[in-house]
């Protein structure tokens, strides 16, 4: 049955987040949008986000508007007009779904593309403006422990904090799920994920148009679209390798290395590459990890990559996380006691997030099929569009029915 939100009675609470990347910033902002006491817990020594494209769907955009964030993300972000799935050599058009307009007419809200760096800037920004000391850095969590009366986060300096709830939005590694869950078992996908970024002026007019552009061959695929109102292109390359590497978005390699992984991909491909930039190449291991079924003690829960580590097959992993921080916010609100709300909040999350990372793992096999016939069959037999639409970015975080 839905429970009945009845936040004008609910009380109030210390909440501890341990990790001030895009979902614990997030989280943070909700949280006290309710009236919640947050401190948040970093342990890099400064606010900063790596990496590059980030893209944001209806069903993040909702809860996020609420924080009165849209603007602020439209004004550096770009809304592409459709995504795009191709054959990697000829660039032939396999299958189309339209974004933009049709995006928001469907569900409410745009589809956004942006540079990670600022989006975490944004929520930054927001959560600060809530309470400006909210963010401790150089705060490397080692564990906690739980009583009756609260919860205590340790870190490596010796120091502790103590509120009445712990939210773990601590990434892959995790410091809070593995005390809560144990080791979650990563396994190597066979892919390593290259990234790079290239400015516009560098490109050929008119060179790519204003969509998600997926270019689909044997053993990989490579995803391409525009960031800071058109000013970037984004390009993140998966190839199927054995040479395995760290999880670190910060880990370079070789421009040679990326140039000979795409030999013989299109030509807009080989344009890409041959304008980036030779000594900022990046590429890291991509790991897969199975669903987990619990997240949750009598006073301290998961979040985002702690909770459900998503390959980037789907482009929801941070979306998720946005959902997560909204949907606790409302559990929170709908019971009184601790240990109920984190349940309530679990139960109604881990079913769709279990089936955003395992979707997410299928479209590997989708975008790496080793003959053009088999992905004309495959294609033939679904339509992305439709799919997503249905069930993907049609969730609202902020409405849907708690059970």
């Known amino acids: 049955m839905p429970r009945l939100e009845k936040k004008k009675t609910m009380a109030k609470h210390k909440i501890l987040i341990a990790g001030a990347g895009l979902g614990?910033?997030?989280?943070?902002?909700?949280?006290?949008?309710?009236?919640?006491?947050?401190?948040?817990?970093?342990?890099?020594?400064?606010?900063?986000?790596?990496?590059?494209?980030?893209?944001?769907?209806?069903?993040?955009?909702?809860?996020?508007?609420?924080?009165?964030?849209?603007?602020?993300?439209t004004k550096v972000g770009v809304r592409p007009e459709a995504y795009e799935f191709r054959l990697h050599d000829t660039g032939e058009l396999i299958q189309r779904f339209a974004l933009s307009a049709e995006h928001e007419r469907l569900h409410g809200a745009?589809?956004?593309?942006?540079?990670?760096?600022?989006?975490?800037?944004?929520?930054?920004?927001?959560?600060?403006?809530?309470?400006?000391?909210?963010?401790?850095?150089?705060k490397r969590a080692t564990g906690f422990t739980e009583t009756a009366d609260g919860v205590t986060l340790n870190f490596a300096d010796g120091s502790s904090a103590k509120g009445d709830i712990l939210l773990g939005a601590d990434g892959l590694k995790s410091v809070v799920r593995k005390q809560i869950v144990g080791e979650?078992?990563?396994?190597?996908?066979?892919?390593a994920a290259w990234r790079i970024i290239v400015p516009v002026e560098r490109l050929p007019k008119d060179f790519l148009p204003q969509v998600m552009s997926v270019f689909m061959g044997p053993g990989g695929h490579i995803v391409c679209y525009y960031?800071?109102?058109g000013a970037l292109l984004n390009f993140v390359g998966i190839v199927e390798t054995d040479e395995v590497s760290?999880?670190?978005?910060?880990?370079?390699?070789?421009?040679?290395?990326?140039?000979?992984?795409?030999?013989?991909?299109?030509?807009?491909?080989?344009?890409?590459?041959?304008?980036?930039?030779?000594?900022?190449?990046?590429?890291?291991?991509l790991h897969n990890r199975l669903p987990i079924k619990n997240w949750s003690t009598e006073r301290t829960t998961l979040l985002g990559d702690s909770a459900h580590a998503t390959l980037p097959y789907l482009a929801q992993g941070a979306v998720m996380a946005i959902e997560d921080g909204a949907v606790?916010?409302?559990?929170?609100?709908?019971?009184?006691?601790?240990?109920?709300?984190?349940?309530?909040?679990?139960?109604?999350?881990?079913?769709?997030?279990?089936?955003?990372?395992?979707?997410?793992?299928?479209?590997?096999r989708l975008f790496h099929l080793h003959s053009e016939a088999a992905i004309r069959a495959e294609f033939a037999k679904r339509d992305e569009g439709k799919d997503r639409n249905k069930w993907l970015y049609s969730y609202n975080p902020l409405t849907v029915e708690l059970t």
């Not at 979650?184 to 892919?191: C, E, K, L």
């Not at 491909?269 to 900022?280: L, N, R, S, V, Y």
Request: charged share 25%; with cysteine; proline share 4%.
């Open 227 to 229: 960031l800071r109102g």
């Open 184 to 191: 979650v078992p990563a396994t190597y996908t066979g892919d």
């Open 24 to 73: 614990g910033l997030a989280a943070a902002s909700f949280l006290m949008k309710e009236g919640h006491d947050v401190e948040v817990y970093e342990q890099a020594p400064k606010l900063e986000e790596v990496g590059a494209g980030i893209q944001i769907s209806a069903n993040a955009m909702h809860a996020l508007r609420s924080l009165g964030l849209e603007e602020a993300i």
């Open 110 to 138: 745009p589809y956004t593309q942006l540079h990670r760096a600022d989006f975490h800037g944004i929520l930054a920004d927001r959560a600060r403006a809530f309470k400006p000391d909210v963010v401790q850095l150089n």
């Open 328 to 364: 606790l916010a409302r559990a929170l609100n709908m019971e009184s006691d601790i240990a109920a709300a984190l349940q309530l909040y679990q139960r109604n999350r881990i079913e769709r997030t279990s089936r955003i990372v395992l979707q997410s793992s299928d479209n590997r």
């Open 246 to 285: 760290d999880e670190s978005w910060t880990l370079k390699m070789p421009w040679e290395q990326l140039k000979a992984d795409y030999a013989g991909w299109h030509p807009a491909i080989q344009t890409i590459i041959d304008k980036a930039d030779k000594d900022k190449c990046y590429r890291w291991s």
